[in-house]
């Protein structure tokens, strides 16, 4: 069981930045595709962005490119999300997850994919 840990949500303005962090104390995470999915209130959980085990590839929804990136330090175990320029229609609650899929290139938006979810981190941008 591989168990993740967001850190860095929080109530901000627009145009602000947040850091996001997902973390573990398994060193085998290091081996996982990582992504962060976000769920807005009322609506269903969507991926946000994704990254490979080795880093060399990453994946964006539309509307965050240009404005989020995601990265990993895989000798600390541990994937962010810088988020830029955030819009009131960022705020959700962002989760971190965890896939060993190979499909995982091709399928990466997809939730039942991955194997492990963090508790999720709260961010919440007013206008």
């Known amino acids: 069981q591989v168990r993740l840990v967001e850190s860095g949500g929080g109530l901000v303005q627009a145009g602000d930045s947040l850091k996001l962090s997902c973390a573990s104390s398994d060193r085998t995470v290091s081996n996982y595709h990582m992504a962060w999915f976000r769920q807005a209130p009322g609506r269903e959980r969507e991926f946000v962005t994704g990254?490979?085990?080795?880093?060399?590839?990453?994946y964006y929804t539309d509307s965050v490119k240009g404005r989020f990136t995601i990265s990993r330090d895989n000798a600390k175990n541990t994937v962010y999300l810088q988020m830029n320029s955030l819009k009131p229609e960022d705020t959700a609650d962002y989760y971190c997850?965890?896939?060993?899929?190979?499909?995982?290139?091709?399928?990466?938006?997809?939730?039942?994919?991955?194997?492990?979810w963090g508790q999720g981190t709260q961010v919440t941008v007013s206008s």
């Open positions: 990254i490979s085990w080795i880093g060399d590839r990453s």
């Open positions: 997850a965890a896939s060993l899929s190979t499909a995982w290139y091709t399928h990466h938006k997809t939730s039942r994919l991955y194997n492990y």
